[in-house]
């Protein structure tokens, strides 16, 4: 009885990887694109984005979903960034600079947003996705209002013509591809963004150390049943908080790396997606709502990206419109992630449901099921 | 009744640790604070702008011919009534200026730029006749930005353009709002 | 009835219906009561409330057979959209004008409605407790995918295609000559100057309403309700939980397909592609902004909901504007209607999943 189910959990499992690979293999040789151009793209893309997926693994284990108000930490990297450029701080300690300013931001941004997420039990992803939004309007009010205004700005060049409010496009010249300059490696062709791979290891140095401190062991607690965690002492609703706030701060240095990449800021469109694309990511990786591991980050990135860079391409030389392929390569994402968030929900209830009537005894089900196991799937389900 | 109270060694160690941690904070806030002051302080960009041109009251001359060069950089050849710019990175700078055409040995100097301007303008002619102030802050007459960049971005009743990962619009539609194509 | 009784009662009503609602209703009534100081025509300004009150009351109405069923925010309404979106551009391409070219829009639309809906409650239902974040992706998604098909569907219309290829939609199709304006302007009656009432628009939305009214108050109606705020006792009662959740969807699809026809017709244009996305967010915040919480809603809250919505709306641009000399009209709406949203969402409800 054991055998198919177990097999079925394994497919379901990696459904949403085995899709993706399927698709974007196929769109490969049909794209027409260099493999040698490929494989560069990838390998900045890796050092520009995977810091930014990173920022979502603590709030899955903590249990609380998808973080979308990593969207925060991403708007408090850009306010940064902006005093940075403001006061032309050049080239790599112009970053940390902008980190050291945008992470006391983020903290208290993911503080206040673990307030609210804590408030919002079981509705966790859909309330941190419309914070994103109203922490967007916020974020408008004090670029586009205060800051030249209240907030001084030195330099006149990034100010609107009006005499306040920062511009649409923020010229990120100083601290261009400075991070990405800094140790380059060329090896077969490929230049290799060095330096950002150091931050990144470093970076997951540090979720492993984390994982076994006590706050990530409680996280990890929290994240399986609050109630047994409560029971134990933890202090569930701080520990949350603590997640999304080192959750927040994450993003906010992930943005920056982002950014310097880019060279460019849209000052008030650049953080809108980054949500979306780091959620996409680290599902496409084989992540679950409720479980995320380091490969899932690197996996995820590296699918993720190819698909954006091959199908559009792939779509233009099958159907002649570049359009289609562009479309075809948001509707895949964007059905990909609700297939992920699909798949776990079924998977949740099908558990719970088979614990459920094992507990009434019916045909399917362990008689001998332990209550702890039963309890923990049913707050489980409950979420 | 008697609550139960700690013994007055336990209240004291418990003093003790509070104030410690609180020292120690206030010293990683005083550490960080100061970092970030050094790399604004060390780290500030400035544009040199770097003349060759004489002093109308006639102070000083300019050069027939100078390659000047900042920090042990690049050298630039300026001619008479040259003006070029240097970016440099900090405040305090070397300055070697070479005569190809042999009329006087080279001259090293140095200078200091201040923390809190942008733009700067230094007078090679004045600075080796050994007269202050060399360099002074340079202000730019404001030059129109185009309107499209400064439009105010936001633009109700229009759905915003969506941005791939590599900050471009992902749809290039023309009722899209002026959207800002980044880089790659 | 001592003093401390009815403050008490006051305070305990007001805290019921929300601080923020509060709030916000005494903004809405300031700024009619500063309208006139600033240069802006009280009349007018209440004529374009009540114009964007029809435009989009028939979308909030969409929400509140979701809503009681216990599915939550129909963040999905995009999914009705597209139908309603396919009913629009089918009657365009038929050439039918006027009358007939928006009942027309109104008939084709709803195979496509109800089927999606059918689909969409099925999905629906094998995801109970997460279906707010699968509802946006799959809106998303299905937006997406739709706009594919908005450029290989063989539309001919030379009013819709793109001129330069010949073949495509176009993103915004123009109404004209066709049935813009059509309920708004029927059997409008004008007062004074500034002031003109849609008639014709409003009745619609109370035939919608009242549409809605009877079907809730029917025996399936009240099945949803049932199912929505005490599932064991609908359950016991024989009720199929899953059966009324996918009935409400529908329901719910179909109501929002409605919608953007209405909407269009008021708005003048057809908008397709990317333009559906976000739409579901007015909707949701407006009803929550009328009083209904994540699992409970009513007529009243719609209509409540709407007007206070679009008087912020309507009034904010041209008042605040005024005093402050700037434009702060989106980031005010941006703030409202999120913040209505995550306030509702984080209300402790008397049924949590």
């Known amino acids: ?383 | 009744m008697k609550v139960p109270t700690q013994k007055p060694k336990a209240a004291q160690m418990q003093a003790q640790t509070k104030t410690r941690r609180i020292l120690l904070r206030l010293a990683l806030l005083v550490v960080y604070v100061a970092l970030a002051v050094a790399l604004f302080i060390f780290n500030r960009g400035h544009t040199v702008l770097v003349d060759n041109k004489g002093d109308p009251a006639g102070t000083f001359q300019a050069f027939e011919l100078m390659k000047v060069s900042i920090d042990g950089g690049k050298g630039m050849e300026f001619f008479k009534g040259d003006r070029d710019k240097f970016t440099v990175v900090g405040q305090r700078h070397r300055i070697r200026i070479e005569f190809p055409d042999g009329s006087k040995p080279a001259f090293e100097g140095r200078f200091i730029v201040p923390l809190g301007g942008d733009l700067f303008l230094l007078s090679v002619p004045k600075m080796v006749a050994g007269l202050e102030p060399f360099i002074e802050p340079f202000v730019v007459a404001r030059s129109p930005l185009p309107s499209e960049e400064d439009a105010l971005p936001l633009v109700p009743d229009v759905p915003e353009p969506i941005l791939g990962p590599d900050g471009k619009p992902i749809l290039a539609l023309p009722t899209a709002t002026p959207a800002d194509t980044a880089g790659k | 009835m001592t003093d401390a009784g009815i403050k008490g009662r006051l305070v305990s009503a007001v805290r019921d219906f929300g601080w923020p609602r509060v709030i916000i209703f005494i903004f809405v009534v300031l700024l009619f009561l500063a309208a006139p100081f600033v240069g802006v025509s009280v009349s007018a300004s209440l004529s374009d409330v009540l114009n964007r009150f029809g435009q989009n009351a028939v979308m909030v109405l969409a929400l509140v057979p979701m809503m009681q069923a216990g599915a939550g925010l129909n963040f999905g309404l995009p999914v009705g959209i597209i139908a309603g979106l396919l009913g629009a551009t089918l009657a365009v391409q038929f050439g039918l004008t006027g009358w007939v070219g928006f009942l027309a829009a109104i008939v084709l639309c709803l195979p496509f409605a109800i089927g999606f809906g059918w689909l969409y409650g099925r999905l629906l239902n094998k995801v109970k407790g997460e279906e707010m974040t699968i509802a946006m992706y799959v809106g998303f998604a299905g937006v997406t995918f739709m706009s594919i098909m908005w450029i290989i569907l063989p539309y001919t219309s030379p009013n819709m295609v793109w001129g330069y290829a010949g073949t495509g939609l176009r993103t915004t199709i123009t109404l004209d000559g066709y049935w813009t304006r059509i309920l708004n302007d029927f059997l409008a009656v004008r007062i004074g100057q500034f002031f003109i009432f849609p008639t014709g628009v409003l009745l619609f939305f109370g035939l919608a309403a009242l549409g809605m009214r009877l079907f809730m108050r029917s025996r399936t109606g009240t099945a949803i309700t049932a199912v929505g705020s005490n599932p064991d006792f609908a359950r016991a009662g024989g009720v199929s939980a899953d059966r009324m959740r996918t009935i409400s969807v529908v329901v719910s699809t179909v109501y929002g397909a409605i919608g953007i026809l209405v909407y269009q017709q008021s708005f003048g244009f057809i908008q397709l592609y990317n333009a559906p996305l976000y739409m579901a967010m007015p909707a949701v915040a407006a009803i929550l902004l009328g009083g209904a919480s994540v699992n409970k809603a009513s007529l009243v809250n719609v209509m409540v909901g709407t007007f206070l919505f679009q008087s912020i709306l309507t009034m904010t641009p041209s008042v605040i504007n005024s005093i402050l000399q700037t434009d702060m009209s989106e980031v005010i709406r941006i703030l409202v209607s999120n913040g209505m949203i995550i306030y509702a969402l984080t209300r402790k409800s008397k049924v949590t999943k």
């Open chain 1, 1 to 383: 009885m054991k055998k198919p189910i177990l097999l079925r959990t394994i497919f379901a499992d990696n459904l949403v990887v085995v899709i993706f690979l399927v698709i974007t293999a196929a769109a490969v040789p049909v794209s027409g694109l260099p493999l040698l151009s490929i494989a560069q793209e990838i390998v900045t893309r890796i050092g520009r984005n995977a810091f930014l997926v990173f920022s979502l693994i603590l709030p899955i284990m903590a249990g609380m979903g998808i973080n979308f108000g990593m969207v925060l930490g991403a708007m408090a990297g850009q306010i940064g960034l902006i005093f940075a450029v403001d006061w032309n701080i050049v080239g790599v300690p112009g970053l940390i600079f902008a980190s050291m300013i945008g992470v006391p931001i983020a903290a208290l941004l993911g503080w206040m947003a673990g307030e609210v997420l804590n408030r919002a039990r079981g509705r966790e992803m859909v309330t941190g996705f419309i914070l994103a939004f109203l922490m967007d309007g916020v974020y408008q009010f004090v670029v586009l209002y205060l800051m030249g205004f209240i907030i001084p700005l030195h330099s006149i060049t990034i100010k609107l013509s009006r005499g306040y409010g920062v511009r649409n496009t923020l010229n990120l010249d100083a601290v261009r591809q400075t991070l990405d300059r800094l140790i380059p490696l060329k090896i077969g062709g490929l230049t290799f963004p060095i330096a950002n791979y150091l931050v990144m290891a470093v970076l997951c140095i540090f979720i492993v150390w984390f994982r076994k401190t006590k706050l990530g062991q409680d996280m990890r607690a929290v994240g399986q049943n609050q109630v047994v965690s409560h029971a134990a002492g933890i202090p569930v609703e701080r520990t949350r908080i603590l997640a999304i706030v080192i959750s927040t701060i994450f993003a906010c240095i992930g943005q920056i790396i982002f950014l310097q990449n880019m060279g460019n800021m849209a000052t008030y469109n650049a953080h809108k997606q980054t949500g979306f694309f780091a959620a996409a990511a680290i599902l496409v990786g084989g992540a679950s709502i409720a479980k995320a591991t380091i490969p899932n980050v690197f996996v995820g990135v590296v699918l993720l990206h190819l698909m954006y860079i091959v199908v559009p391409r792939a779509g233009t030389n099958l159907f002649g419109s570049a359009m289609i392929g562009e479309f075809f390569r948001d509707a895949f994402s964007y059905g990909v992630i609700a297939l992920a968030l699909v798949l776990h929900a079924w998977r949740k209830r099908a558990n719970a449901d088979s614990a459920r009537s094992g507990l009434r005894g019916g045909a399917a089900g362990n008689r001998t099921e332990p209550p702890a196991t039963i309890a923990a799937a049913d707050a489980g389900a409950g979420k």
